[in-house]
């Protein structure tokens, strides 16, 4: 069993959208556990009735709580953590001292402009770094500043920070996609090629991160 956690202390940065399509590309890879930390609950609602994910929700989890997903029958386990920093759930992913984290990996989401970038480093650099292996990856990326999402990515590799190969791009077709509660891999017609490269975006993430946790 691996353990992903999806969270940022930023909030509108697509957490969600990154869990729910975490779990859905990692399903392809074994039997895959979704599970929901969030008061929100989107991420049940969203893919609740998909197939190939099973879903769960642990608002407000501990430590030991957590630890449990360890004994449950799956390849992975994907946990999207609440938008707050402060929550329970937040703390659980630091063990106590002397003890294994719960997650065998962070993924932080962020958008590459500054205002979203800051709290995650300092997140990092204050409390993760060290202590719990982590990997920011940029979402909502408008494709025709991709290049200036990569400069911002090199600059954090300058500071030795571990920032995602891949990029999230932003694409109105996650909209639909949670409208349908439906994968975006799911989601054809005129917007197919679209719905094909956020998924694209997705599976190269997947594939870094069973890279990362193997």
Known sequence: MKIIAVGSPKGGVGKTTAAVHLAHSLSSHGRTLLVDADSIQSAAGWAGDWPNVDVTSTIGADAQELARLRQADYAYAVVDLPGARDAESWHALLAPQGERPV????????????????????????????????????????TAQMHLAEQRANELRGLDLLVSSHMIRDYSVYDEAQERRSPVHRIGGERHRTARDAANDFEGLTSEVRTLTQ
């Open 103 to 142: 997650p065998d990996l962070l993924l932080i989401p962020s958008r590459p402009r500054l205002i979203d970038l800051e709290p995650a480093v300092q997140l990092i650099r204050q409390e993760i770094a060290g202590r719990l292996p982590y990997l920011i990856v940029f979402t909502m990326v408008k």
